[in-house]
């Protein structure tokens, strides 16, 4: 008799769970059959300002950037400034030890010694004349060739000695013109580079060379944005156009610039035709922006002030024309109407409504949920 109980129980059970599937399977296949109402979400114009903008990428450097050249060959025997320092017009950087050229001194000790000796024979003869003139032996005309050339030999011996102290230090003694030993800066602004050191051999420059760099100095309150922008953008820039700067080492600072200069030749970079681009930028005094910093330049080719707005997103194009829903009846289901449009200026997010809208009016937006 249990036996029998059990069965029946167990078969009742499985009778219940089939026909649960059973109900559960039309259940299911009947809740797909059914509508999806689609709810969106309900935009509204908006007035605000509409710009296209195109990037340019590019660095930071000062307007102006002098190299520093000796103007005479020799070895770094001092170094009184270095890279980040501050430098004014004439300050000393570095000083140049003269290592003479073997057959030079040669030559001006050689003519150094010959006009001594010219000059102690002219001067004896000039001594002997003088003499002969005052005893009245000797006319005034010879009295006078006599003089001049005692002169001349004066004159020699002192320009060879100059000679030789130029050659062997670098400047004459009784110069009045800085010693081209000392290395001076040409400019205010900042060291940017000392790309030698105490020891180094340099060379002057002169018309076949352009001789060793001693420093490079800059002036870093006059900084320009240098970049590049593609062919495809270039006829929309003109000079005079605002810039909005973003430096990558200071991220949370915009910077304004006006563009000054566009190049009239490009470049091939990368494949592509680049068209160079420079801007002055405008720094507060509380920045210090280091040369080379990487940039990006938001150049603003069109703009539109206060005007309708509404997202892009909402907007259906067909050919040339355009198209929004408007709300009709919002309950108990959404009701929409397809309206045409003319629109204007876009930036990706937002577009520019210039016929056909009014503030009032209600746009069919993304969907925001799905209801049966």
């Known amino acids: 008799m249990k036996n029998r109980v059990v069965k029946k129980i167990m078969r009742i059970i499985l009778l219940s769970f089939v026909g649960l599937a059973v109900l559960g399977t039309f259940f299911f296949l009947w809740k797909k059959a059914q509508p999806v109402v689609v709810v969106y979400g309900i935009v509204s114009p908006e007035t605000g300002t509409v710009e296209t903008k195109t990037v340019a990428t590019g660095n930071v450097e000062p307007r102006y950037e002098i190299l520093i050249k000796p103007q005479i060959s020799g070895i770094i025997s001092e170094l009184m400034k270095e890279a980040g320092q501050s430098v004014k017009t004439g300050e000393i950087i570095a000083t140049v030890k003269?290592?003479?050229?073997?057959?030079?001194?040669?030559?001006?000790?050689?003519?150094?010694?010959?006009?001594?000796?010219?000059?102690?024979?002219?001067?004896?003869?000039?001594?002997?004349?003088?003499?002969?003139?005052?005893?009245?032996?000797?006319?005034?005309?010879?009295?006078?060739?006599?003089?001049?050339?005692?002169?001349?030999?004066?004159?020699?011996?002192a320009n060879a000695r100059n000679a030789l102290e130029i050659v062997r230090d670098g400047i004459a003694k009784n110069s009045n013109v800085a010693s081209t030993t000392q290395i001076r800066s040409t400019i205010t602004g900042m060291i940017l580079d000392v790309p030698v050191k105490v020891g180094n051999s340099v060379i002057q420059s002169n018309n076949f060379n352009e001789g060793t760099t001693i420093a490079a100095v800059a002036d870093m309150n006059d900084m320009i944005f240098k970049g590049y922008v593609d062919e495809t953008e270039i006829g929309r820039i003109h000079e005079g156009m605002y810039i909005k700067l973003t430096i990558g080492a200071l991220e949370s600072q915009v910077f304004d610039a006006a563009l000054e200069y566009v190049s009239p030749k490009g470049e091939e970079k990368s494949g592509a035709i680049q068209f160079e681009i420079k801007a002055a930028v405008t720094i507060p005094d509380s920045v210090f922006i280091r040369a080379g910093y990487s940039a990006n330049a938001e150049i603003v080719l069109k703009r539109a002030e206060?005007?309708?707005?509404?997202?892009e997103s909402t907007v259906e194009f067909s050919g040339d024309s355009a198209f929004v829903h408007l709300l009709k009846v919002e309950k108990p289901k959404q009701v929409f109407e397809k309206h045409a449009i003319k629109t204007g200026l876009s930036d990706g997010i937002k577009i520019e409504v210039t016929e056909g809208l009014a503030h009032e009016d209600k746009i069919r937006g993304a969907a925001v949920n799905k209801e049966n």
């Open 98 to 157: 003269v290592i003479p050229e073997m057959v030079q001194l040669n030559s001006a000790e050689s003519r150094v010694n010959l006009a001594k000796i010219n000059l102690n024979q002219l001067e004896n003869t000039f001594k002997r004349d003088e003499q002969l003139f005052n005893r009245g032996i000797m006319t005034a005309e010879e009295y006078d060739v006599s003089k001049s050339n005692y002169l001349k030999a004066k004159e020699e011996a």
């Open 306 to 311: 206060n005007v309708m707005t509404i997202p």
